[in-house]
């Protein structure tokens, strides 16, 4: 099985410089050794369980709240049997067909 989550965690409460937290979410995310993707808007991580990713994501929503008085978290979770590498599998798909026409 695959587990894909996407997740954003946002301090609330703090300056509005905010990166200094959110690359200690990222860093936990990247200890995890789990396969990740970061972009401006969401860390992906995939792993085996939803136990496995969900650990993850709750760690990193830790660390933030251990300095911020509120934490914002969104996450989208892709879960499907069968399914390996979806990290980058998805994409890949997605631009062989831009490829064909």
Do not use: C, Y
């Not at 509005?16 to 970061?38: F, H, K, M, Q, Y």
């Not at 830790?62 to 499907?80: F, L």
């Amino acid at each position: 099985m695959s587990v894909l989550v996407a997740f954003s965690v946002t301090p609330l409460g703090v300056s509005d410089g905010v990166s200094e937290l959110v690359a200690d979410a990222i860093r936990v995310v990247r200890e995890s050794g789990l396969p990740n993707e970061t972009n401006s808007m969401f860390t992906v991580i995939e792993g085996d369980t939803w136990d496995e990713v969900m650990a993850v994501v709750q760690r990193a929503v830790d660390v933030v709240a251990a300095r911020a008085p509120r934490v914002s978290t969104v996450i989208k979770v892709d879960s499907r049997a069968g399914a390996k590498d979806a990290i980058t599998q998805k994409v890949a798909t997605v631009e062989r067909h831009l490829a064909e026409g």
